[in-house]
Nanobody, 119 residues
Framework: QVQLVESGGGLVQAGGSLRLSCAASRSIRSSNRKAWYRQAPGKERELVAYITNGGSTNYADSVKGRFTISKDNAKDAVYLQMNSLKADDTAVYYC?????????????WGQGTQVTVSS
């Protein structure tokens, strides 16, 4: 069973930075997208950012210009550099790697890491 192991969460003051890391326990065949989601208390899980195998990225409007997603294909790893953090960024962050076995998609999920931003 492939596991996605997350690290880098913690408590930080508003305006500070954190870098989240996520790595698969072994290679994932047919992976095509890596992403970060987050879920704040009382809120639905939302997509924060994703990066394709080709390197194209997409960000939620709320984090654009502050967060940067990157990847290491050799390690099936994905990272999220978070700068200028705000209290509204407080959430549990989940990494996601999607594998496609046509015509189906299969999502691997990390266990989540807590990010708390104090103000």
């Amino acid at each position: 069973q492939v596991q996605l192991v997350e690290s880098g969460g913690g408590l930080v003051q508003a305006g500070g930075s954190l870098r989240l890391s996520c790595a698969a326990s072994r290679s994932i065949r047919s992976s095509n997208r890596k992403a970060w989601y987050r879920q704040a208390p009382g809120k639905e899980r939302e997509l924060v950012a994703y990066i394709t195998n080709g390197g194209s990225t997409n960000y939620a409007d709320s984090v654009k210009g502050r967060f940067t997603i990157s990847k290491d294909n050799a390690k099936d790893a994905v990272y999220l550099q978070m700068n200028s953090l705000k209290a509204d960024d407080t959430a549990v962050y989940y990494c996601n790697i999607r594998s496609t076995f046509y015509p189906y998609d299969y999502d691997y999920w990390g266990q989540g890491t807590q990010v708390t931003v104090s103000s």
